[in-house]
């Protein structure tokens, strides 16, 4: 009887391990550092060896400025000779190129900027100017900065001003009053992150400066009426759309910063998990102070075979990017429930500017931002319950009140099925051998 009864705890016991074992070990942010086989930027010196004097020396320097600027970098140079009996592949990125010799970066998905047409005449000078392009590609003062927080923050939160001054303090006034809504949910979340979202400002002038990252973010690098926000996390990962404000609604930028700290198994859209890194270098040092602080090495084959299954399961495995994004973000697929307000949608269709971003003076509220908190900590199998404060004609329904299993609840299904099963076969045994003992 006791040997049965020691049996029947240990099974119970043991249910309390079902739901770890199906929980998954890394989180969004986590699989942000980790690289798995992004595709790296290219840039190509585009030179008649044939009739440019500096053609030979381009190409001959091409190599050492991969291995001395562009060393632990995710881009890598090619030197492609323009004479028209070659016909490289890659003169297709240079057909808007004016005057050779020319320097071109071509993105992961095949976007292309130009960097320098016309080098100088003088081959040393062109060297020195192409060696310049390659370190400017890779490191910029904002990417350093970024650089320098993300292994400690939340996320980074970069703010391109726009023509509009009054939007811009806008746009700023309401970042700075979401940072410490995001601060307080930071420990609730499934791994806590130590420090907040951390704020990178250009200004109109500081853009200009900075072509190669606005690029690489899918901005266009001319200045714009709106005020443009990027998520980065990570490795330097893009989180989600650009947002434009004040056309985009404050809880766009919400909803975006809730995915950081999300279960990367959850039922999340995994598009969210692989936007693109921007130009940067990622040395040895990086790396291991990224193990320090993350607990597990983003360069381990194992780690990242795992991250990949994960990544080739689940909702938006197949591809696709912001449109899809723009859309998803009107139901906030990284949480496990959704809240869809039928007025707001309305209001989102027919007239997208009547929602304003708050000036400091006079702040917007719309009906979000002080849910942040909740939003972003509460756990995927939490029950959600209507504030009070929401007017009856305002619509938010859940998976679970809908009768809708929610995305990614499934473990949690088959966590309480196996407690089940486990309790009825050990109250089974327990009462067996009280009959044997009658």
Known sequence: MARNSIIFLVMILSCWHVKASFACRYTVRDVAF???GDVPYRLFVFADKANESEAGELEASVSRIAEEVLLDANAVIEFVDTAPEIDHPALKYATKVKHFPAVVAVGPEEETLILKEGLSKDASTAVDELSQLCQAFVASPARQEMFAHLLGVHSVILVVDGTIAASNEATHAMIQQTIPQVEQSLEFLPKPIKEPPHVVHLTAQAAAEEKVLLWALGMDPNPTEATRVALLFGRGRKLGPILRFP?????????????????????????????????????????????????????????KAEIDRILTRGPGSDGGRDAELEDALKIAPALSYQEIALDDLVTEETSPESEAVASPAAPVNDGTEENLTA?????????RQRPPSVPAERVEQTGEEQGISPPGNWSYLFLIGSALVVVTIGLWILLRNGEGSA
Not at 277 to 301: C, Y
């Open 34 to 36: 980790v690289d798995l």
């Open 247 to 303: 056309e985009d609604p404050h809880r766009r930028l919400i909803r975006s910063l809730a995915v950081v700290g999300q279960d990367c198994e959850c039922g999340l859209d995994r598009r969210w998990m692989q936007g693109p890194m921007v130009p940067h270098r990622w040395a040895t040092s990086d790396e291991k102070v990224a193990i320090e602080q993350l607990g597990f090495d983003p360069g381990n084959p194992l780690v």
């Open 375 to 383: 939003v972003v900590s509460q756990p995927s199998n939490a029950k």
